[in-house]
């Protein structure tokens, strides 16, 4: 016979409590503040291993469970590990990194890497240098010596020019001829009684006098062509002498301006190459830097018609600046868009279309980080077009380039502008889940190479004593930090004890530090709506109990259903072939537990178990799985001599939904026997576990939502005594319920039994004896295994006279005769 006391899990079994008298404290604000992971020793050897590793290929994949707090966290612990390393005098700071004008390619801009705060200084320099230069270069133009020299080269040209000029005008009299001298050439026109005559005239000379004319005529406009090459000899040798009067001028003016920001910036060759050539640029184009009676040159003006900036080349853009740096920088970047990551080419419109130079060069978060670390999320990164090929790119190259996004998908853009590559070096930490992990490692062949460590994160820790106090460390850090009220014991016993039930162990805790968080902050709301000055144990149970109340009203809804029959389940009497199972409904935040009839029927056949729900394709791969091994442990029972000649259907009734998981294959088997036996199970208890071909009830998840579910529809109903719930055996360390499970076990109005194999879970059920093999191979009468050993034997000889036609009478002893 059965003994359900043996088998029944005493109430201090249901939830491992923690004593607040444990803790050496009264009130989190006696802690100091904790700033180091909670059990994570294999994470963080990964991370400190990854973060001290300098060599190519060795960033670092973070793997874990989203909601715990791993972002978060890694940044902190980066944060004081550079601290520390800084401290020690083993980090670098980042160089600053400046765009400048390419004076042999004005769209490949030059990229400076200077040490931490050069950047800034050479930009502030450069603004003085090109206002000085301005303000230098009018005031040289502008003085008397200037104008004098400028007068006496324009004066001693037109001199010369005049001889010339004359002496061409004698040559040409001598000849009989008129020179007229003009901007837009010479005319050269025939004397005739020494006045000058029009081509009228000339034509109505006869013929004679116009051949002798033209005759002398080709002989003066040689001479003509000879002082027009003298003439613009000289044009081009004032104009060259009035270019090295200008140059002269300027490097007057600007030689010691230049000099001195030269001296100043000793030590950076780059930003004295660029200088020179700076300085080469303003002495040729001297005059766009003039003024005239405080009005811009023609120059100047000129230039401005083809850029909006006229003096783009003294323009200097910082584009990192890590002048207020102390230590190697740490970027996250929420949304790793191609711009945001590496950086974007800004446009501004002109005259009718977008221009660009390198002042419009804005940095992303890989050009920020460079010289420290970049923390990325995989899925936001893998989410944006092009980021994931431009981050391994990256990392293999070591540089990074300024490129429109839309170049990638093969798309125009105006102006392109091809800006020098800056080299990066940084350590790339990306954050995903560890199935992303596994797939990138097996498809993505560069994977491995780029991020040769990882760092896993457990989403429990061990339930220890050090790790309790750990856990009010952390409280006390989240109460610091969101400037809340600090927890007393109880509340921290409280907090630990939501812990281990979230994970559902009583010998874990929960590492989702960011719910812990959420628990942290509400049950300091409760607090202060309790008038608190500190948040005691009863804040955080509030906090718990409203939080469900917030999101339970589907359970609501279904447990209102089953107590007014529209949901079909039964929690008193026996009935054959019909058992109450337990399932799960997971709605993201929240879960809860609700009673599922279940029911076999078993007839004459050869199909063995079928699943309805899995003929309907309501089940998914695991809950078939289950339904297979049903077949197996009934083979294994009970067909060992014959054949087993068995069909038999089972279903969840009003089960609309799909179903997935084996945890209900316990409860299947046990209405199939109960269907063979014809022993009708109790409907007072409701039962979850998954079964093996041996018939050992296995351990499932989600144990304590389904007791609660069960507990509660029968509380709903009426609590008649004996209700309860068989789970695995092997689920006890499972269990953290709630405390009203507790009391009503406690006062006797509610069960909980836990078995290890199908036998105890039929007795439980049946109230019959399971029965043991005997020698002989048979089962003590009256136990549930005769019972079904029995029918299968019946089953079997009627399917094996199935189908036969019937004996004639007398036909038996004619085949039994012998002949005489």
Not at 40 to 66: C, H, M, W
Not at 238 to 265: H, K, P
Not at 598 to 626: F, M, N
């Amino acid at each position: 016979m059965p003994e359900p006391e043996k088998l029944s899990v005493p109430p201090e079994e249901l939830r491992l409590a923690h004593d607040p008298a444990t803790f050496t404290f009264e009130c989190t604000d006696e802690l100091t503040p904790l700033s180091e992971f909670v059990g994570q020793d294999r994470a963080v050897r990964s991370l400190q291993f990854g973060l001290g590793l300098e060599k190519p290929g060795y960033n670092i994949f973070v793997t874990g469970l989203a909601g715990t707090g791993k972002a978060t966290a890694i940044l902190e612990y980066i944060q004081r590990t550079v601290e520390q390393r800084r401290q020690a005098g083993e980090l670098a700071l980042p160089s600053d990194w400046c765009y400048v004008y390419n004076f042999d390619d004005p769209d490949q801009p030059n990229a400076l890497r200077l040490t931490p705060g050069v950047g800034r200084r050479l930009r502030d320099q450069m603004e003085e240098l090109l206002g000085a230069v301005r303000s230098s270069v009018s005031r040289a133009f502008a003085s008397e010596d200037y104008e004098h020299r400028r007068h006496d080269i324009l004066e001693g040209g037109q001199q010369e020019a005049q001889r010339v000029m004359e002496h061409a005008q004698k040559e040409a009299e001598k000849a009989g001829f008129l020179l007229r001298f003009s901007p837009v050439g010479v005319a050269v026109l025939p004397l005739v009684g020494g006045k000058p005559i029009t081509a009228e005239q000339f034509a109505a000379l006869d013929a004679v006098q116009q051949k002798e004319i033209e005759g002398r005529q080709q002989r003066i406009m040689e001479a003509v062509a000879a002082a027009g090459e003298s003439l613009r000899a000289i044009e081009k040798d004032v104009t060259q002498r009035l270019r090295q009067l200008d140059r002269q001028v300027g490097e007057t003016a600007v030689t010691g301006l230049f000099d001195s920001v030269i001296e100043q910036n000793v030590g950076h060759e780059e930003v004295g190459d660029f200088l020179e050539h700076l300085r080469e640029f303003t002495l040729g184009n001297v005059e766009m830097f003039r003024e005239r009676n405080g009005a811009p040159s023609a120059a100047l003006a000129l230039a401005a018609t083809s850029q909006p900036d006229p003096f783009l080349a003294f323009r200097c853009n910082v584009f990192v600046d890590n002048s207020q740096a102390a230590g190697p920088p740490i970027v996250v970047e929420p949304n790793p868009t191609w711009t945001n990551l590496f950086g974007r080419i800004e446009r501004r419109a002109y005259l009718g279309t977008y221009v660009s130079d390198h002042t419009m060069l804005k940095p992303g978060a890989v050009q920020r980080a460079n010289g420290g670390y970049i923390i990325l999320n995989l899925v936001d990164v893998l989410m944006k077009p092009g980021a994931w090929d431009g981050l391994k790119r990256l990392i293999r190259t070591k540089e990074v380039r300024l490129e429109d996004p839309m170049e990638q998908y093969g798309l125009l853009s105006p102006q392109a502008l091809r800006p020098e590559a800056i080299s990066v070096d940084l350590k790339v930490v990306v954050t995903g889940e560890p199935l992303a992990y596994l797939l990138l490692s097996t498809y993505d062949e560069e994977f491995w190479e780029m991020f040769k460590v990882k760092a896993d994160f457990d989403v429990q820790i061990s339930r220890t004593a050090e790790n309790a106090i750990a856990y009010a460390g952390f409280i006390c850090a989240a109460c610091e930090r969101e400037k809340l009220r600090h927890f007393d014991r109880t509340a921290v016993a409280k907090v630990i004890e939501h812990s281990s039930r979230l994970v559902g162990d009583q010998e874990k805790l929960s590492a989702r530090f960011g719910q812990m968080r959420d628990l942290i902050v509400e049950s300091d709301y409760w607090a202060a709506q309790a008038g608190s000055a500190i948040v005691r144990g009863q804040d955080v149970e509030r906090a718990i109990g409203e939080k469900v109340y917030r999101l339970n009203l589907v359970e609501e809804r279904i447990r209102e259903m089953i107590t007014r029959g529209v949901i079909m389940v039964d929690v008193e009497g026996s009935v054959v072939g019909q058992v109450n199972g337990l399932v799960v409904l997971d709605f993201g935040e929240f879960s809860f537990g609700r009673p599922s009839r279940i029911t076999a029927r078993t007839y004459l056949g050869q199909k063995g178990v079928a699943s309805i729900d899995r003929e309907s394709q309501l089940t998914g791969h695991i809950h078939d799985k289950g339904v297979l091994i049903l077949s197996g442990y009934l083979g294994w029972k009970y067909a060992q001599e014959r054949p087993l000649s068995l069909s038999a259907s089972i279903s969840f009734e009003q089960a609309y939904e799909p179903v997935e998981g084996d945890s209900a294959s316990l409860a299947e088997l046990c209405a199939v026997l109960s269907s063979l036996a014809g022993a009708p199970i109790r409907q007072d208890l409701a039962m979850t576990g998954s079964v093996n071909q041996k018939g050992e009830v296995q351990p499932i998840g989600g144990v304590n939502q389904k007791i609660e579910g069960f507990h509660d529809v029968c509380r709903a109903v009426g609590f008649g005594g004996q209700q309860g719930v068989i789970m695995p055996g092997r689920n006890r360390k499972n269990l953290m319920l709630r405390d009203d499970v507790i009391e009503s076990v406690k006062a006797g109005r509610f069960h909980i039994y836990a078995v290890n194999s199908v036998d105890e879970a039929m007795e439980m059920l049946t109230g019959l004896p399971a029965g043991e093999r005997q020698p002989d191979g048979t089962y003590p009468e009256g136990s549930v295994n005769a019972l079904v050993d029995a029918r299968l034997r019946e089953m079997g000889e009627a399917m094996r006279h199935f189908g036969r036609p019937p004996k004639l009478e007398g036909e038996g002893e004619k085949e039994n005769e012998k002949p005489a």
